[in-house]
Every structure is written in structure tokens, then in C-alpha cells.
């Protein structure tokens, strides 16, 4: 089988090697797709510091290849999760100040490789009414439900986002899914036009004007919660905690190690609840139902298929497209 191995920064050796051996407990598939998103071009060019070597690919999907379980017959197509449970065993000192999940990719070998051995509990089966290319960014979703949740917007409600990239786009969709008003925030002009096409009614620009256009939405409320998308870069920090009304609820994303710095004065004075957000593994079965439901709708960003043998020029290339993250879907497709 082939695997594509990151033994140094921009360096991405392809190798031949065995099928991997059974293991107790978990099963073999075969991958067929792996999505190539900001995250991983950042770790290939070396902008983010990891353990090489390293496997990269986060998100997945493939099937089962083999019959060791009737449960998991033959061909089923499934979403390999990304993120995965630490165990903690043994007697030494618990660190709390580490994550508590493994990151495929990053922390762990992610799935650029024919084949992996993964326990069913580690991967999700995926209904024939989403396709591959979908199922790639089911985590996405999930991601955007755990952020929805922890804002508990009612019916009518407005929610301020800042940050329109495909984080930003599905926390809209399914706020407005919830009956809720979102308000789409960006600095950049061109995501703003993009999310319009998506569905999002009310997009502001980031600009001198901003307090002015979301209080006239809002009648001058403001808004009940807000949003922080650290992904969708050029938006100043402290925008979710201005726009949001006296006592609202405030999320802000970003990957797991993210640094972002926050004035909290105005956080203070308002008395806002805030909660981070890094992924939302634990609803990746919701994010199924809703992608099935169609209570999000990604059909407007275009799928860009990637060649195996073009991978490293992909990654490397990755930031020569400014608005990539904004309106593709771009994937390795392994049976190329």
C-alpha cells in the first residue's frame, strides 16, 4: 500500500509498505478520501510545530475492508473521526494542562495512506444520502453544532459571527436552521459576498460603521450572543464582545493550541458568559442527521479533487489562493 509520510517540514516521502497487520479490536479500511484544508498546509510548510515523523490528514472517509465483523460488513462507507480520546491509564500524575483528545495529523498519524486498522469506535457509518465528498466535512459541522448549543439562541434571536470562512457559513446555516438571526461579520468583503451566496441574509463588514449596521438590525439591542471564528483571519478579537448586548453568551473557536489574545474589560462591564470551542467530536452523529436533513448546505463551495502524486505541490502552494478556504472543498482523492 502507499502512504505519504511528512519526515521533515515540506518534505513528503511516498513509500510502499505492507498491509497493516490485524489488530484486536479495531478494523481495516480503506481510505479514499482525505480532505486538505488550511490545517494541514500549515503543519506540511512547517508553521505549526509537530513530532515528525507524521502521517498528515486529518479528516477521512473510506470503507471497510474486510470481513472481520459482521456489524461492519464489507463496504460500508464510513467517516474515519479525527479527533480521538487520550486514554488515561496508569498511575502517573495527571497533566492538566494537555488536551484531552489526540488530533490525527498533528499529534497522531493522520490518514494519508491506502489502508488503517481503527476501532468502530472511531469511526461513524455514513447513510447513502451523503456523499463522500460531504462526508469530509462532517467534523465542520459538528463543529458548528457544538458552537450553536452553547449559545442556546431561541427563535428569533440575533447572533452576531464573526468570521465568514466554511466555520462561520455552517454556525449561520444552522442558526437559521434554529430559527435564529444570524449576522454574518467579516473584514474581508469577498467571504462576506460568498456567504450571501450561501444563504446568509445579513452580512456586515468589519468597518468604521459596524456598531451603526448591527444595532440597526437589531433595533438597536444588539445582539443576544455572539461568535469568534479564530480561522477566518483579519478580525479583530474583541468584535464578538462589542456587538453582544449586557449579559449575552459569547463562543469563540479555534484549533487547539490556537493563540489568541482578548481584552476582557468589555466582557466585564456587560457581564458575558464566554466558552471556547475546538471541535465538536461528540456531535459528529448529529452533524450526519443534519447534513442529511439538509439543515446545512455546502452546495455552493466547489470540490477541487487532488491528484496523490500532486499532494506536496498542493500543500506547499496552499496560501497562493487567498479566498481556497473560503469557497473550495479540496480533497486527495486515494483511488486516483
Not at 469577498?190 to 437589531?218: H, K, M, Q
Amino acid at each position: 500500500m502507499n502512504t505519504w509520510e511528512l519526515v521533515e517540514a515540506k518534505k513528503l516521502v511516498l513509500s510502499e509498505a505492507p498491509l497493516p497487520a490485524p489488530q484486536a479490536g479495531k478494523l481495516r479500511v480503506r481510505v479514499t478520501k482525505v480532505l486538505l484544508a488550511n490545517q494541514d498546509a500549515a503543519i506540511f510548510n512547517g508553521d505549526v510545530r509537530v513530532k515528525f515523523p507524521l502521517i498528515p490528514g486529518r479528516y477521512a472517509v473510506g470503507f471497510i475492508a474486510d470481513d472481520a465483523d459482521p456489524a461492519w460488513p464489507r463496504g460500508t462507507r464510513v467517516v474515519l473521526h479525527g479527533f480521538r480520546p487520550i486514554p488515561q491509564e496508569g498511575t502517573e500524575k495527571r497533566d492538566f494542562s494537555a488536551d484531552d483528545y489526540d488530533a490525527c495529523g498533528k499529534t497522531v498519524d493522520g490518514f494519508l495512506t491506502d489502508f488503517v486498522n481503527v476501532s468502530p469506535d472511531d469511526m461513524t457509518a455514513l447513510p447513502a444520502s451523503v456523499s463522500d465528498e460531504r462526508g469530509l466535512l462532517l467534523h465542520y459541522v459538528a463543529t458548528a453544532k457544538e458552537i450553536t448549543d452553547h449559545l442556546g439562541a431561541k427563535k428569533g434571536q440575533h447572533i452576531v459571527v464573526v468570521g465568514a470562512d466554511i466555520i462561520g457559513i455552517l454556525v449561520c446555516q444552522l442558526l437559521i436552521y434554529q430559527q435564529a438571526a444570524p449576522i454574518l461579520v467579516d473584514a474581508d468583503k469577498g467571504r462576506l459576498a460568498f456567504a450571501r451566496n450561501c444563504g446568509i441574509y445579513y452580512t456586515v463588514p468589519a468597518d468604521i460603521n459596524l456598531l451603526t449596521a448591527v444595532a440597526s438590525v437589531t433595533g438597536g439591542r444588539l445582539a443576544s450572543g455572539a461568535v469568534y471564528i479564530a480561522s477566518a483571519s483579519g478580525n479583530r478579537t474583541e468584535v464578538p464582545l462589542l456587538l453582544c448586548a449586557h449579559a449575552g453568551k459569547v463562543v469563540y473557536f479555534g484549533s487547539s493550541g490556537s493563540r489568541v489574545l482578548i481584552d476582557l474589560s468589555v466582557a466585564f462591564k456587560k457581564h458575558l458568559s464566554l466558552n471556547c470551542v475546538s471541535h465538536g467530536i461528540k456531535y459528529l452523529k448529529t452533524a450526519i442527521n443534519l447534513m442529511a436533513n439538509k439543515a446545512v448546505d455546502p452546495s455552493p463551495f466547489h470540490a477541487n479533487a487532488c491528484k496523490p502524486s500532486k499532494v506536496a505541490d498542493f500543500l506547499a502552494g496552499y496560501d497562493q489562493k487567498k479566498d481556497r478556504d473560503v469557497d473550495e472543498i479540496s480533497f486527495v482523492d486515494l483511488l486516483q
